[in-house]
């Protein structure tokens, strides 16, 4: 396993913050209330339409007991023709959390994220028309996750797990499999002194054939060691589903996930 290296500044979002001056005119009011809002929301969204629309459900616990791995999963089932998904916490030091493409998936996602502090979030999904759908809600926290160094770094041998993954695939009657994963990396922020950022950026999950099932494009804010539950819609008689991944300072992994007799 090669030994990581410092990786280059990886988000370009807090800039985007600083430099995105005005607000746009069109951008609609947030009913969380969120002072960040009127300039997170062209950073992220650009000048595509933005809505905000109950038909996205956000999970989050309203009081946060760990600001390391706050539980989140968005659903966006209930719109037609999802392409793509974004997570945001808007007063973490990096408000975009993680992209989702569900290219044969269920607009669905779940994982776990740091928290700085007591902020709104969100998670959006663009239906085919371009339009962003916005839904979202307020957690508490006590906060300090995002600037709290890697537990794997205590670990002299950490190097020799990176990558590692535990994965398996539930099929469901409806042709569609349950998908939970996790990846062993220590998604750090780059938030302590002389520790630069280093965390996975792609993901993407494959049929038998080859055929991309979902990508998951994750940022800092993930936790450590990710978590992801989303929902494949692999072909007929899919026996396993195959993972691949990289992250930002280019260490690439993969694993076959086999598919279970039932779900539990």
């Given at each position: 396993?090669?030994?990581?290296?410092?990786?280059?500044?990886?988000?370009?979002?807090?800039?985007?913050?600083?430099?995105?001056?005005?607000?746009l005119?069109?951008?609609?009011?947030?009913?969380?209330?969120?002072?960040?809002?009127?300039?997170?929301?062209?950073?992220?969204?650009?000048?595509?339409?933005?809505?905000?629309?109950?038909?996205?459900?956000?999970?989050?616990?309203a009081?946060?007991?760990?600001?390391?791995?706050?539980?989140l999963?968005?659903?966006?089932t209930?719109?037609?023709?999802?392409?793509?998904?974004?997570?945001v916490?808007?007063?973490?030091?990096?408000?975009?959390?993680?992209?989702?493409?569900?290219?044969?998936a269920r607009?669905?996602?779940?994982?776990?994220?740091?928290?700085?502090?007591?902020?709104?979030?969100?998670?959006?999904?663009?239906t085919?028309?371009?339009?962003?759908?916005?839904?979202?809600?307020?957690?508490?926290?006590?906060?300090?996750?995002?600037?709290?160094?890697?537990?794997?770094?205590?670990?002299?041998?950490?190097?020799?797990?990176?990558?590692?993954?535990?994965?398996?695939?539930?099929?469901?009657?409806?042709?569609?499999?349950?998908?939970?994963?996790?990846?062993?990396?220590?998604?750090?922020?780059?938030?302590?002194?002389?520790?630069?950022?280093?965390?996975?950026?792609?993901?993407?999950?494959?049929?038998?054939?080859?055929?991309?099932?979902?990508?998951?494009?994750?940022?800092e804010?993930?936790?450590?060691?990710?978590?992801?539950?989303?929902?494949?819609?692999?072909?007929?008689?899919?026996?396993?589903?195959?993972?691949?991944?990289?992250?930002?300072?280019?260490?690439?992994?993969?694993?076959?996930?086999?598919?279970?007799?039932?779900a539990?």
């Open positions: 396993m090669p030994t990581p290296r410092p990786a280059p500044p990886a988000s370009a979002i807090a800039a985007l913050l600083v430099i995105a001056g005005p607000a005119a069109d951008v609609p009011a947030d009913p969380l209330g969120s002072v960040m809002w009127e300039v997170l929301a062209p950073a992220v969204f650009g000048d595509a339409p933005v809505v905000f629309d109950e038909r996205v459900t956000v999970l989050a616990p009081d946060v007991e760990n600001a390391l791995a706050m539980p999963a968005v659903d966006a209930a719109l037609p023709d999802v392409r793509e998904m974004v997570l916490a808007d007063l973490n030091p990096f408000p975009v959390v993680l992209r989702f493409e569900p290219l044969a607009a669905f996602i779940a994982t776990r994220i740091k928290v700085e502090q007591a902020t709104a979030v969100r998670g959006a999904a663009r085919a028309d371009g339009v962003w759908h916005v839904n979202g809600r307020l957690v508490d926290a006590a906060g300090g996750g995002c600037a709290a160094p890697p537990r794997a770094y205590a670990a002299g041998d950490w190097t020799r797990h990176l990558g590692e993954v535990q994965a398996r695939a539930w099929p469901a009657a409806d042709g569609s499999a349950r998908l939970k994963l996790r990846v062993r990396h220590p998604m750090d922020t780059g938030l302590s002194a002389g520790i630069p950022a280093y965390f996975i950026d792609r993901l993407t999950v494959a049929g038998e054939d080859g055929r991309p099932l979902a990508r998951i494009h994750p940022l804010p993930v936790s450590e060691d990710p978590v992801f539950t989303l929902v494949a819609l692999p072909a007929p008689g899919t026996r396993a589903l195959a993972l691949t991944g990289r992250d930002n300072n280019g260490i690439e992994f993969a694993a076959t996930i086999p598919m279970t007799e039932a539990p």
